[in-house]
C-alpha cells in the first residue's frame, strides 16, 4: 500500500500510535519527499499532532534541498517562519554530515532577515531555531533581542538560544565574555517573572551555576525567582 492510501486508512482508525509510529518511519525511508512536506503543513494546519516532522531528516541532504526550492518560492511571511524552523531542527540532527556548515550558512541569512517579524509568536520560533544552528556571528543578534524585544517570550528564549549555542559548537568562555553584561542588564530589568526565570536559569548553565530550578521557572514562583535574580545579578556583576 502506498504512503497516501496508508495515510488515509490511518485516518479512518484515528491513527493508533503503533501503527503512526510505523508510518512515519516510513515516510522518512521513503523517496516521496513532496508528499511528506504536504503531510506536515497539512498536521500543522489541522492540528492532528500526527508529528511527521520528526522522520524529514531521514531525507538527509535531497530533503534539505527541497525544502530551500520551497523557502525560494515562499512570499508569506508565516510559511517561510514554519520552513525555517523545520530546515534548524533537521540541520541540528545532522550536525555530523559534511554539508552541515554549508547549509547552515545558507539557511542562517534567512533566519536573520526574519527576525524582526511583527507577529512574536513567528519571532519566537525564529529566536529558538538560531540557538540550534546559530554561530559566533549571531550572539550580537540575539543579545540585541534580549534588550530590545517588546515580547517577553522573545527576550527569554533569545537568552536560552544563548546558552544552547555554547552545546553546539560556540566557544563557551567565548559566549561568557560576551554576553555577561547582557544577563546581567536583562535579568535586573526583566519584569515579567517567568521571563526571567528562564533567563536566570540560561546564564546559570552558561556560567556553571544553580540559581534557580525549572520548576520554580515553570511553576513562576515569586519569592525563588526574586531571590534568584539577587544572586545571578549579584555573580555576573563581579
Given at each position: 500500500m502506498d504512503l497516501q492510501k496508508r495515510y488515509e486508512e490511518l485516518k479512518k482508525q484515528n491513527f493508533p500510535d503503533s501503527e503512526r509510529i510505523n508510518?512515519?518511519?516510513d515516510l522518512g525511508a521513503g523517496g516521496e519527499i513532496e508528499y511528506h512536506y504536504k503531510l506536515i503543513c497539512k498536521d500543522r494546519d489541522e492540528g492532528t499532532n500526527l508529528n511527521p516532522a520528526s522522520s524529514f531528516y531521514k531525507h538527509d541532504k535531497e530533503g534539505l534541498e527541497f525544502l530551500f526550492k520551497v523557502l525560494d518560492k515562499e512570499d508569506k511571511e508565516s510559511l517561510k517562519v514554519f520552513t525555517t524552523y523545520l530546515m534548524a531542527e533537521i540541520l541540528s540532527k545532522l550536525r555530523h554530515r559534511d554539508f552541515y556548515t554549508e547549509f547552515c550558512n545558507r539557511?542562517?541569512?534567512v533566519?536573520?532577515?526574519l527576525i524582526e517579524i511583527n507577529d512574536a509568536s513567528l519571532r519566537q520560533k525564529i529566536i529558538i531555531a538560531l540557538g540550534w544552528i546559530g554561530t559566533l556571528n549571531e550572539i550580537d543578534i540575539l543579545t540585541k533581542q534580549i534588550s530590545e524585544d517588546k515580547d517577553s517570550l522573545c527576550r527569554a528564549w533569545s537568552a536560552s538560544s544563548l546558552m544552547q549555542l555554547s552545546?553546539?559548537?560556540v566557544?563557551?568562555?567565548l559566549l561568557q565574555e560576551k554576553t555577561k553584561s547582557c544577563f546581567t542588564l536583562a535579568i535586573a530589568a526583566e519584569t515579567d517573572l517567568h521571563a526571567c526565570g528562564i533567563m536566570i536559569e540560561a546564564a546559570g548553565i552558561l556560567f556553571g551555576k544553580k540559581w534557580v530550578s525549572a520548576s520554580a521557572v515553570?511553576?513562576?514562583e515569586v519569592e525563588k525567582i526574586?531571590?534568584?535574580r539577587k544572586s545571578a545579578v549579584r555573580f555576573l556583576n563581579k
Open positions: 508510518f512515519i518511519a539557511l542562517i541569512p533566519m536573520t532577515s552545546f553546539h559548537g566557544d563557551k568562555e515553570e511553576d513562576v526574586e531571590k534568584a
